[in-house]
């Protein structure tokens, strides 16, 4: 960057000695000096010429490419992926994306225009202005005196106008944001939309959202040129007070008309960079807002923390504690972050909302296969949660192998745990890809018969001769080639070939016929052996052959205990066996 810089005062330090130059070539005509002396003069400004639109040109330009142009963008897109990674997945989880989305793509390009106009831009016409003004004070106090007011009287006038405008511009992003959030929804479900031929009426909330974004700003930016003109007068009264002068000192003999001529340019650049101001000024202040709200995002504190020497086993038995747990979502974070309106930045305070977990204790057991049963929302999947450590409990306490969750290296837990969603997440990637995300560098040395076997085990056999390139076949966003149930198949095969030391299915078999859920049930209980097994339940079958059961009501542990134990001791086990399927 100091290199860049660097090229910047270089030129600023040619385009000051050119009127200087052209000063002398001036007064050497009035005056009838020797040609030669003339020319000495037109020389040095001819190869000062070349030498910024050639060698100077092509240096700057090598230095902006290694640099500048390419390796900011990187940079920026790395740090924000590193930031977005160390949010919690609780915090994830619980925004909109879309928004988020929006915010990160409006802020990286806003950054780097913003870049763009700062370095390319402004800085160099303010850096001529300071360097002509100094120059100007060093020949000429009057006319550097009449610039130094003009500039400072420029900058206060920018502040008032950023000041006043400043809510205003708030809003206009905000209301962007909102629009890209609508646009970006009606694109991710226009099969939804056509499929109930809603097409009219997602075209008419489009243009009346958008019609009332671009209407505020049209006004906004009308007033905003407005105050701009008066601001741009600043510099135009004290660019003719400086001819005035100029036309004084050559009537009055102080000046040569060299001088006036030098004079005149260096005020003329000086003053008329500052008109030129005024259309960055308004881009500058645009972009301003757009990248304040992705520093505010990447601003905020992760809810989840690992500690500077965090534990990491070598490998987990598999027992699992939970101590008096109390767990509650968050109503809001990343995105109430992002939607303030404060000038300051600050920790958006989360809404009040009832405990998913309340008081919850039981123990897993190293080799457990054990089923949570409940109706829904009655806190499953939020123990799910809780295990891999998506969010901190509120209270309590959560143990593995007698470590707290919080000790331990949490992407080392992580790696030791096979788990699998009733909604799957796949990439836009091949088979192959999706099925050996979890395997970090060993999914290479990974060979067709090893998947084949985990392909097997999951059912994926049953679809596979459907696919053109075998597991080297892209299955679309979001799998969008592959039915629900073959989704679900895949995410399956996803946590078995990882080996984990704990599996988790969470409604796994939820999106299968019964056919095929038999089969792959008798492959979770091959997986199972000899590793902690937590199974959501939502079917009967599904338990049949577990080692204990925990039935949850409302947040709370209302039963633990065999299915027998349960079917006689437990009446929230026994309405829900009534109904031979769980929520």
């Known amino acids: 960057m100091l290199g860049l810089f660097g090229f910047i005062i270089l030129s600023q330090a040619i385009n000051m000695a050119s009127p200087w130059l052209n000063s002398k070539?001036?007064?050497?005509?009035?005056?009838?000096?020797?040609?030669?002396?003339?020319?000495?003069?037109?020389?040095?400004?001819?190869?000062?010429?070349?030498?910024?639109?050639?060698?100077?040109?092509?240096?700057?330009?090598?230095?902006?490419?290694?640099?500048?142009?390419?390796?900011?963008?990187?940079?920026?897109?790395?740090?924000?992926?590193?930031?977005?990674?160390?949010?919690?997945?609780?915090?994830?989880?619980?925004?909109?994306?879309?928004?988020?989305?929006?915010?990160?793509?409006?802020?990286?390009?806003?950054?780097?225009?913003?870049?763009?106009?700062?370095?390319y831009q402004a800085f160099p016409l303010l850096a001529e202005v300071v360097i002509l003004t100094g120059v100007l004070f060093y020949w000429s106090r009057l006319i550097g005196c009449v610039v130094l007011v003009a500039v400072v009287l420029y900058a206060l006038a920018v502040i008032k106008i950023n000041s006043h405008f400043r809510p205003?511009?708030?809003?206009?992003?905000?209301?962007?944001?909102?629009?890209?959030?609508?646009?970006?929804?009606?694109?991710?479900?226009?099969?939804?939309?056509?499929?109930?031929?809603?097409?009219?009426?997602?075209?008419?909330?489009?243009?009346?959202?958008?019609?009332?974004?671009?209407?505020?700003?049209?006004?906004?930016?009308?007033?905003?040129?407005?105050?701009?003109?008066?601001?741009?007068?600043?510099?135009?009264?004290?660019?003719?007070?400086?001819?005035?002068?100029?036309?004084?000192?050559?009537?009055?003999?102080?000046?040569?008309?060299?001088?006036?001529?030098?004079?005149?340019?260096w005020a003329n650049n000086a003053l008329g960079?500052?008109?030129?101001?005024?259309?960055?000024?308004?881009?500058?202040?645009?972009?301003?807002?757009?990248?304040?709200?992705?520093?505010?995002?990447?601003?905020?504190?992760?809810?989840?923390?690992?500690?500077?020497?965090?534990?990491?086993?070598?490998?987990?038995?598999?027992?699992?504690?939970?101590?008096?747990?109390?767990?509650?979502?968050?109503?809001?974070?990343?995105?109430?972050?992002?939607?303030?309106?404060?000038?300051?930045?600050?920790?958006?305070?989360?809404?009040?909302?009832?405990?998913?977990?309340?008081?919850?204790?039981?123990?897993?057991?190293?080799?457990?296969t054990v089923a949570f049963v409940g109706e829904s929302g009655a806190g499953k999947s939020t123990l799910v949660n809780a295990i891999i450590r998506a969010q901190d409990p509120e209270s309590g306490q959560i143990t593995v192998d007698g470590n707290d969750l919080r000790v331990l290296d949490l992407k080392h837990f992580r790696k030791a745990i096979g788990i699998v969603n009733q909604d799957v997440s796949l990439f836009d990637q091949t088979l192959r890809y999706n099925i050996t995300f979890g395997l970090n560098g060993r999914a290479a040395k990974l060979s067709d018969k090893e998947l084949s076997n985990v392909a097997e085990m999951s059912c994926i056999d049953r679809f596979f001769h459907r696919l053109e390139k075998g597991f080297d076949t892209l299955i679309g966003e979001r799998g969008v080639k592959l039915s629900g149930g073959e989704r679900q198949r895949v995410g399956i095969a996803r946590a078995?070939?990882?080996?984990?030391?704990?599996?988790?299915?969470?409604?796994?078999?939820?999106?299968?016929?019964?056919?095929?859920?038999g089969l792959i049930q008798e492959s979770i209980e091959q997986a199972s052996k000899g590793r902690t097994t937590i199974i959501i339940a939502h079917r009967f079958s599904t338990i049949r052959n577990v080692d204990k059961v925990i039935v949850f009501d409302k947040g709370k542990v209302v039963g633990q205990g065999t299915h027998e134990e349960l079917a006689a001791n437990c009446e929230t086990y026994q309405r829900l066996t009534r109904k031979q399927i769980f929520a």
Request: proline letters at 4%.
């Open 168 to 265: 205003d511009m708030k809003k206009i992003e905000k209301l962007f944001i909102s629009d890209s959030k609508f646009q970006g929804e009606i694109v991710r479900n226009i099969g939804l939309v056509m499929a109930n031929a809603q097409e009219d009426r997602a075209q008419k909330e489009c243009k009346e959202s958008l019609g009332g974004a671009y209407g505020f700003a049209r006004n906004v930016w009308d007033r905003f040129v407005t105050w701009a003109a008066f601001r741009n007068a600043i510099s135009v009264i004290a660019l003719s007070v400086v001819l005035i002068i100029c036309i004084n000192g050559v009537h009055s003999k102080i000046y040569t008309l060299g001088q006036f001529v030098m004079f005149m340019a």
């Open 25 to 119: 070539i001036i007064d050497g005509l009035v005056r009838t000096s020797p040609l030669s002396q003339i020319y000495i003069f037109a020389g040095i400004t001819s190869a000062l010429w070349i030498f910024r639109s050639t060698f100077y040109g092509w240096l700057r330009d090598r230095y902006e490419l290694a640099h500048i142009d390419y390796a900011i963008p990187k940079r920026m897109q790395e740090v924000t992926l590193a930031k977005l990674f160390g949010f919690s997945i609780g915090q994830h989880t619980s925004e909109n994306s879309g928004i988020k989305q929006t915010v990160i793509n409006r802020g990286e390009n806003a950054l780097v225009s913003l870049g763009d106009i700062v370095l």
């Open 496 to 517: 078995l070939i990882k080996e984990p030391d704990i599996l988790i299915f969470d409604e796994a078999t939820s999106s299968l016929d019964s056919e095929n859920e």
């Open 273 to 368: 960079n500052l008109g030129n101001m005024s259309p960055l000024h308004r881009r500058l202040i645009q972009h301003y807002t757009s990248v304040r709200r992705y520093f505010d995002m990447l601003g905020i504190e992760p809810d989840v923390k690992v500690l500077p020497n965090p534990v990491r086993p070598d490998k987990f038995a598999g027992r699992i504690e939970f101590k008096n747990v109390t767990f509650r979502y968050r109503g809001r974070d990343v995105q109430g972050q992002i939607e303030e309106d404060d000038e300051e930045p600050k920790q958006a305070q989360p809404k009040v909302i009832n405990p998913a977990l309340d008081d919850v204790s039981f123990v897993i057991e190293p080799g457990q």
